[in-house]
């Protein structure tokens, strides 16, 4: 028997880009309806908290369409660029007062991934997982706290605090920069501890986004296309904590070193990786790149490896209990023809 995993790992505006490629592979909600777990960080962390509560991808994909740009309208100064309050409403009107500890037994569960700062410090923050999980320590959190706690990106947001933050069931939370394959690992690790699942059951379908290889002539148009502050944030973005906050410049930590993701991933049943590639890494907040987003969906709807991922999805997803359902590969391929 399989446990099924969609992971979700896009920072800001790719996560519209990961959850329209799960719609477009997946119009009847198939794979969907047969996840046990979904798992997101960043902004991949609201689409999974909203499928794993019952939301539609097409309501999710028209909260990022229409409310996006006002996560990113109004400007906070000081040692962020944005107010939160933009996105803190719309997780509300997304999740009301739903809590993880609600989440059904005999439904999809949830994981996400965020930073949480260490106790008495003001410069360590670790990478943790919180869900679903009934020996979660964080299971009591709205279901809107844990979104924001997951897309609180550093540099363009305060961290989301819960008081009193030195509650162990509390405290101070940013978001954590983890590939789709990385939140997936960590998946498998929390349906360990928490479901009691075994990792060569797991099938993971890890979600997300990648650049294109370039030559140094297109590199080149590329960083002039997207201007200097995009280039300055996606470098901040990965090098957590700042020297801004009080802490020294560091590469962002991973949830385990790389050799032990290949392990893991390697433990499980079948570990299934889409990547939209893109033409240049679109910065956190460049609301403006919806349509091209949308454009790389497609042009990867037509490629061979988007087959490939479809048939890797036939072999370990079963989805045959929808007798009009034709394979996900198949559906592939008439999108190409």
Request: glycine share 8%; aromatic share 8%.
């Amino acid at each position: 028997m399989s446990y099924r995993i969609i992971a979700f790992g896009s920072d800001g505006v790719g996560a519209f880009a990961s959850a329209l490629m799960l719609h477009r592979l997946d119009p009847k909600g198939n794979l969907v309806k047969s996840a046990d777990l979904f798992s997101g960080s960043a902004f991949g962390a609201i689409t999974a908290l909203a499928l794993a509560n019952g939301i539609r991808i097409d309501e999710i994909l028209g909260s990022f369409r229409t409310k996006m740009a006002g996560f990113f309208a109004s400007e906070n100064g000081g040692d962020c660029l944005y107010s939160s309050a933009g996105l803190q409403a719309e997780m509300g009107r997304l999740f009301g007062v739903a809590r993880l500890a609600e989440m059904p037994r005999s439904a999809a569960q949830v994981m996400i991934a965020a930073e949480r700062q260490a106790a008495g410090t003001e410069s360590q923050w670790d990478t943790i997982t919180l869900g679903s999980g009934r020996s979660d320590n964080f299971t009591s959190m709205l279901l809107s706290d844990a979104a924001m706690s997951a897309c609180s990106a550093a540099v363009y947001f305060r961290p989301h605090e819960l008081e009193p933050v030195d509650d162990p069931k509390r405290g101070r939370f940013r978001a954590a920069s983890l590939t789709a394959e990385e939140v997936g690992v960590a998946a498998i690790e929390y349906a360990a501890e928490h479901f009691g699942v075994e990792s060569r059951d797991c099938s993971v379908l890890a979600i997300g986004t990648a650049v294109k290889p370039q030559d140094a002539s297109a590199s080149t148009a590329s960083l002039a296309k997207e201007g200097l502050r995009g280039r300055v944030q996606r470098s901040w973005r990965r090098m957590w904590p700042f020297s801004r906050f009080g802490g020294s410049v560091q590469a962002a930590p991973h949830m385990m070193p790389l050799p032990g993701m290949r392990k893991a991933a390697q433990l499980a049943r079948s570990f299934t990786s889409v990547k939209v590639p893109l033409e240049y890494g679109y910065a956190f907040d460049e609301c403006g790149s919806i349509a091209a987003l949308e454009h790389a969906v497609e042009q990867y709807l037509l490629s061979p490896e988007s087959s490939a991922a479809g048939a890797a999805l036939d072999k370990y997803w079963d989805t045959s209990t929808d007798t009009e359902l034709r394979t996900q590969s198949q559906r592939w391929m008439a999108l190409r023809a």
